[in-house]
Nanobody, 122 residues
Framework: QVQLAESGGGSVQAGGSLKLSCVAS????????MGWYRQAPGKERELVSR???????SYAEFVEGRFTISRDRASNTLYLQLTSLKTDDTAVYYC????????????????WGRGTQVTVSS
C-alpha cells in the first residue's frame, strides 16, 4: 500500500522560505514520477512541480525559479524547497505520485498525501 506523508508547512512572511518533505512508503519510482500540487482556497488543485523517475524536473510557470524539487532515493523522500514566497503561494501543498498504467498515458497521478498548509503573510 502506497502512503505519502508530507511535512514542513507553516506560516512565513512574504520573501521567506520553507522546505516541504514527503516520505513515501510502498512506492519505488522506476518508471513514473512524483511531484507537488497545491490548492488555494476557492481554486482548483494545480501542479507545482514534477520529478521524473530519471530525475528530470519541471515546474509550473508561476514558480519563476523560486522553488526546487528534489528526491533522496535512499530515504524515499521527496522535497520541495520554497523560496521568495509570495502571498499568492498560500495553499495546501500535496505530495503526489504517479502509477504506471501500462497504456497511454503511461503514467497517471494516482497517489496523494493529505497535504501540508503553507501560509504566506504580507
Amino acid at each position: 500500500q502506497v502512503q505519502l506523508a508530507e511535512s514542513g508547512g507553516g506560516s512565513v512572511q512574504a520573501g521567506g522560505s520553507l522546505k516541504l518533505s514527503c516520505v513515501a512508503s510502498g512506492y519505488f519510482p522506476t518508471t513514473c514520477g512524483m511531484g507537488w500540487y497545491r490548492q488555494a482556497p476557492g481554486k482548483e488543485r494545480e501542479l507545482v512541480s514534477r520529478i521524473s523517475a530519471n530525475g528530470t524536473t519541471s515546474y509550473a510557470e508561476f514558480v519563476e525559479g523560486r522553488f526546487t524539487i528534489s528526491r533522496d532515493r535512499a530515504s524515499n523522500t521527496l522535497y520541495l524547497q520554497l523560496t521568495s514566497l509570495k502571498t499568492d503561494d498560500t495553499a495546501v501543498y500535496y505530495c503526489a505520485a504517479e502509477r504506471f498504467t501500462g497504456s497511454e498515458p503511461r503514467c497517471a497521478w494516482t497517489y496523494w498525501g493529505r497535504g501540508t498548509q503553507v501560509t504566506v503573510s504580507s
